[in-house]
């Protein structure tokens, strides 16, 4: 197949992405519902900052105030179900038989949906992040506790943010090629996501931490997401899990394409 006819593969998937209602909706209340929360957090902050106790405004992280756990379990979430619902959707409505009737080779088909998924995940996860932290910044710079982008481990934080969009929109794509059932998809992808790795903490066991460093939310929350990283060995390392966000959506995509492939 040509370039010219992929590019017309991946013109198709970008239509039917986008003729989802899931897709409108979810992007655009999610996004506003994430830099509100962001702005509300920065709010509060600023407002009750002056009756900190010393100890409390030490440990103060302006970017946890930018975009917070729930923040990124609301992004996770999104993410995931849209990229379910993108391959579901035409399994549910039966398009999936046309559109692999008309490009025998499903490589493509699964290349281009992984791509407009993952791009348009990827710009989202890149807005979000860069207008949680503008947003937030520049309500904490009134009272001189804002961080800069030169600061220590900003840039790592703010890459990792964006990051979570992508990396759960393929995964939850390669969860819905697998199952195949709107509802079962949807649960599947924000319990493997977010839901049970909640409950994940560092324990005196060294190889179940090695087994929670496996999962994206996990090194987000106890590696990446931090600015400041704790000198811990039961932590995972900053190393290791960019080597988690890159290994997910690669294993997804395996998947994604292998379940497509078996279909008749």
């Known amino acids: 197949m040509t370039a010219g006819r992929f590019g017309d593969l991946l013109a198709a ?124 910044q520049a309500i904490l710079s009134g009272r001189g506790v804002a961080v800069s982008l030169g600061d220590p481990g900003v840039l790592r934080v703010l890459a990792a943010n964006a990051l979570l969009a992508p990396v759960s929109g393929v995964v939850g794509m390669g969860v819905g090629a697998l199952l195949r059932h709107t509802a079962g998809a949807v649960v599947a992808v924000c319990a493997v996501l977010v839901i049970v790795p909640t409950f994940f903490r560092p324990t005196v066991h060294q190889w179940l931490n090695d087994l929670y460093a496996l999962v994206p939310f996990y090194v987000w929350r106890t590696c990446l997401g931090l600015p400041q990283l704790r000198d811990d060995p039961a932590l995972p390392t900053v190393t290791g899990s960019w080597a988690v966000f ?19």
């Open 13 to 136: 998937e970008w239509i039917k992405f986008w003729t989802l209602r899931s897709t409108r909706w979810l992007l655009g209340l999610g996004t506003l519902a994430v830099v509100a929360f962001a702005v509300r957090n920065s709010l509060e902050a600023y407002q009750d900052w002056p009756g900190f106790p010393a100890m409390e405004k030490a440990r103060f992280s302006p970017l946890t105030e930018a975009f917070s756990g729930l923040s990124a379990t609301m992004v996770m979430i999104g993410a995931g179900s849209l990229g379910a619902l993108a391959i579901v959707g035409e399994y549910a409505t039966g398009l999936i038989r046309i559109t692999l009737n008309a490009v025998p080779a499903r490589h493509r088909v699964v290349a281009a949906k992984l791509v407009v998924v993952g791009g348009v995940m990827l710009a989202v996860g890149v807005f979000v992040s860069a207008t949680t932290f503008g947003a937030s």
């Open 246 to 264: 890159a290994a997910w959506p690669l294993i997804a995509a395996v998947l994604a394409l292998l379940a497509v492939r078996r279909d008749v």
